[in-house]
């Protein structure tokens, strides 16, 4: 097999044929995608069964957990999800070659600031198998070129999965070889970490550790979170009905995601009206409450929540930049004022008012999909759909213009 | 005086502060820095003397170039440049607290894109003493906090109009202290790399060397481009008399700025027509010019050109896309079908026709100003205004809705 290296060099080679790709072939490779995948159904549920009999015995020797092995085994639904995903993608609007702004910067020259894609992506993940699909998908809508590195335990779906689109991509002329590819081996992330001449952005998707790692290990831009330690802050002005259904859903829809809460901070003037109800409520939904934290950078990731009383909204707009992690923060409130401050000054990328904090998603936000989330300050925030997969180029037009005529005062630009 | 990681834990917790900054404060705070430094243009004369001064006896030691010296200096042209650039920044749109789109994604459920500031921006640069005011007034207007390292040989300059700059700020009431901040040593460098818990993006402008160390010794993310190998590439249709004039601009007007040219590239179609002319044009500019050429990356930054022929426009490109540095290359053509390939197939921040690559630069593209001009493929491109200071949060707006009520299917996003 070729090396990282030379994988990463080809696929950005491909990334610059990749440049002429129309609308139309690109949104038709989703469509044959899309029909590969659903056709081969059976071979995708044969090669997750043996990862799944694998992980069985992972799972009886304590080697993963059992979230783990659940996020590895594809059901009927998964399957039609990620197909659905791959046919919404195609109906995406093109996400590049548009003219963002154009404008004429002096008589006779022309600036336009162009959307294109960044170049190769490389993307690390973990035992998600579903994955593939997505980010070949958003991928191929934007012209990148990708290297995929998936975890061992789900290598058989993965394979298949790849294989199946890949096949797909290779049966269409006007397609560039060497798009798409996947890496296997825990030794190939290093490579891939080092090859920053070929590879433009990393997204790694996975445990906390595996992102540190990564971040640590690498010259290459990484867009991703580490942590996933969102806030839910009572405002002596909440509703106590709505906050009580908020906080259950925030923490219990799907505890294992980065977007559940993990720390409820109570104003002490609604303490006396909350608490009880608050406290029931979490009980009846088997969530245990902490009250004496001795680390509140902690993300549970359980079915466990961190309790905080706060003087005011100052002191819980304080804890949340010093201890969240600047994913997604929610105040409840009937008190806009409050609302509108929380709002400016809690400095992460999701700030909600009222709405639990598990709608920070690509889909929820109407993206038609993501690439991850991000706690970036720069590039892509967020949820991170096709756009934080583009970049652009500036085109200039001129007519044999020369700087030496503006600084000799000859010519002047527009102001 | 304080640590750096000290420096940084304040700018981090001013830059939370600036987020409630109004238009009309900052820039009431930017026509007084103008004021300021207009009343004492004297003292800063004073202060440049000194290091002038020092950097004489450097000079004469070798121990910096001549250009490094230059550069060092201020006159009449450099201060009044730098007093104006202060005030246009302030007539500039406001850049943050906009809401860059809004839309319901399921009823009763409104989600915002807003923008805002990236925090504590760490900006690395050498012997200019111009570049403070101008780094300074574009961190004021998107109310991000910022930490400057200027070069030693510019230290008395830099302290001088650094502390016009901060007295001013500091007797605004309105106005978070420590805003902005300066350090000094070499040391600090190392310190400021290490303080990826509060400085969310660094700047350098500096040369190559400079650039590469940052990038390689930090966790944060760096804006920036470490080589500018800037190419004309003359095609077969190319105008005789355009491109000499484009090629003298390119690599004379300038030559020690990024956005100089390095390499000619010559279609050999029109090499017969051309070549004893442009030989001829750079012999008269006393410009020297190789052809035996064994590095291809190299940027000379000085009155020299590297030429070669080439077999037809693939060929220009790929020659770019391998060796040039992703800054800014030209095409000089009449061809409009030749113009508009070389425009997507090379992969660079800018891509010109039939104009000199001098132009690549923030004012001249009505940025008002510059933070520098950047070659990554993530979060800005090209020369970098006051857009390159700001990232966007999201905000989402509910009633007390849950995700159990979409995900049960009782409630539908809109599509």
Redesign the interface.
């Known amino acids: 097999m070729d090396s990282v290296k030379n994988i990463a060099k080809k696929a950005k080679n491909a990334s610059?044929l990749a440049?002429?790709l129309s609308s139309e072939i690109k949104n038709n490779a989703l469509s044959m995608v899309a029909k590969a995948l659903e056709m081969n159904i059976d071979n995708i549920f044969i090669a997750n069964q043996k990862d799944l009999d694998n992980a069985k015995l992972m799972l009886q020797n304590g080697e993963i957990t059992q979230s783990a092995y659940n996020r590895l085994k594809l059901d009927d639904n998964k399957i039609r999800d990620m197909i659905q995903g791959v046919k919404d993608i195609a109906l995406l609007p093109e996400p590049v070659n548009n003219i963002i702004w154009s404008?004429d910067?002096a008589e006779g020259?022309t600036?336009k600031k162009v959307s294109c894609p960044?170049?190769v992506i490389g993307v690390i993940f973990e035992a998600r198998p579903d994955v593939i699909s997505q980010i070949v998908s958003l991928a191929i809508k934007s012209s990148n070129a990708v290297i995929l590195k998936g975890g061992a335990e789900a290598s058989e779906t993965n394979i298949q999965i790849f294989n199946i689109i890949n096949d797909t991509l290779n049966s269409i002329n006007e397609f560039p070889k060497n798009m798409i590819n996947l890496l296997f081996s825990r030794e190939d992330v290093k490579d891939m970490l080092d090859a920053d001449e070929y590879i433009?952005?990393i997204i790694p998707r996975g445990s906390n550790s595996l992102v540190k790692y990564i971040?640590?290990n690498t010259?290459i831009?990484v867009?991703g979170h580490s942590d996933g330690v969102c806030h839910i802050f009572i405002d002596e002005d909440a509703?106590i009905?709505?906050?009580i259904?908020?906080c259950?859903?925030a923490k219990c829809?799907?505890p294992s995601a980065c977007n559940s809460v993990e720390t409820i901070l109570i104003h002490k003037n609604i303490k006396d009206k909350i608490f009880d109800k608050l406290l029931t409520a979490f009980k009846n939904n088997s969530v245990k409450v902490n009250f004496e934290v001795d680390n509140w950078h902690k993300e549970y990731s359980d079915k466990i929540v961190s309790v905080k009383i706060v003087n005011n909204i100052d002191e819980a707009i304080s804890h949340i930049?010093k201890y969240g992690s600047g994913h997604t923060d929610c105040i409840m409130t009937e008190n806009d004022e409050n609302a509108e401050k929380f709002?400016?000054?809690v400095?992460?990328?999701?700030?909600?008012?009222?709405?639990?904090t598990?709608?920070?998603d690509g889909?929820?936000?109407?993206f038609g999909a993501e690439v991850g989330i991000s706690t970036?300050?720069?590039?892509a925030?967020?949820?991170v759909g096709l756009e934080g997969l583009t970049?652009?180029?500036?085109?200039?037009?001129?007519?044999?213009?020369?700087?030496?005529d503006?600084?000799s005062g000859k010519r002047k630009?527009?102001k």
């Open positions: 610059i440049l002429k404008k910067i020259i600036l960044i170049g433009d952005l971040k640590s010259k831009p867009l509703d009905e709505k906050t259904k908020v259950i859903d829809q799907y930049n709002m400016l000054y400095d992460s990328a999701g700030v909600y008012k009222n709405i639990s598990r709608f920070a889909f929820r936000y109407g970036n300050k720069t590039h925030r967020g949820p970049i652009y180029k500036y085109k200039l037009f001129g007519n044999g213009d020369i700087v030496e503006f600084s630009f527009y």
